[in-house]
């Protein structure tokens, strides 16, 4: 017989969360009481079950509810993390929520609605956000430990390509079919 077939049962247990992952559905519960506030204040400006309220009081209410559920089931459930101090839980949760591409799109969406507030107009932000981004998620390509001049003219020009595509696409179909007026 293999040595296998003694070992104790805990051992061939398997962990059921990364370490973090539990902390995912406390940061939906945070998520969802914020904008669970924000449309109860917007409900009491527009009462009733048409109103502009509506909708994000119903969605940010399921969103705080399914977390509830998710927090309750899952309270037991052990981690990678049990039993560490509350700061190497914290940090390893956000790094697990945000990895460094979640964190860089947030960044630049952070970033591209801050140009739309300030006035930079729709069709200037618009490609600069849309070819970054395609940059930034092509970087292998042209970025293995050292930066490759010519690959990255290369991923360049493509993504140009693709972001033109894209907003000749929005320009025609909002614009023109929809007649939608664009920021």
């Given amino acids: 017989m293999s040595d296998k077939t003694n070992e ?3 051992s061939k247990q398997q962990v059921p969360f990364s370490a973090g992952e539990k902390g995912f559905a406390v940061f939906w519960l945070l998520f969802g009481l914020f904008f669970l506030w924000q449309s109860l204040k ?3 400006k527009n009462p009733g ?3 502009c309220a509506a909708v994000p009081l119903f969605c940010s209410g399921v969103i705080v509810l399914c ?3 998710i927090m309750l089931n899952d309270r037991k459930a052990k981690t990678p993390n049990s039993g560490q101090p509350i700061g190497v839980m914290v940090k ?3 790094q697990n929520i945000f990895p460094i591409d979640i964190t860089v799109m947030i960044i630049m969406i952070l970033l ?4 739309l507030y300030v006035g930079l107009g729709f069709y200037v932000a618009t490609p600069i956000f849309l070819w970054v981004g395609m940059c930034w998620f092509m970087r292998s390509r ?7 001049k010519a690959a990255f003219l290369k991923v360049a020009v493509k993504n140009l390509i693709w972001t033109v595509i894209c907003i000749l696409f929005i320009l025609v179909m909002f614009t023109y079919l929809f007649s939608v007026v664009l920021p």
């Fill in 142 to 148: 042209f970025y293995a430990g050292s930066f490759d």
């Fill in 42 to 44: 917007l409900y009491e």
């Fill in 92 to 94: 390893q949760t956000l």
């Fill in 67 to 69: 977390a509830l559920i």
């Fill in 8 to 10: 104790p049962a805990e």
């Fill in 49 to 51: 079950l048409s109103s």
């Fill in 112 to 115: 591209y609605c801050i140009a």
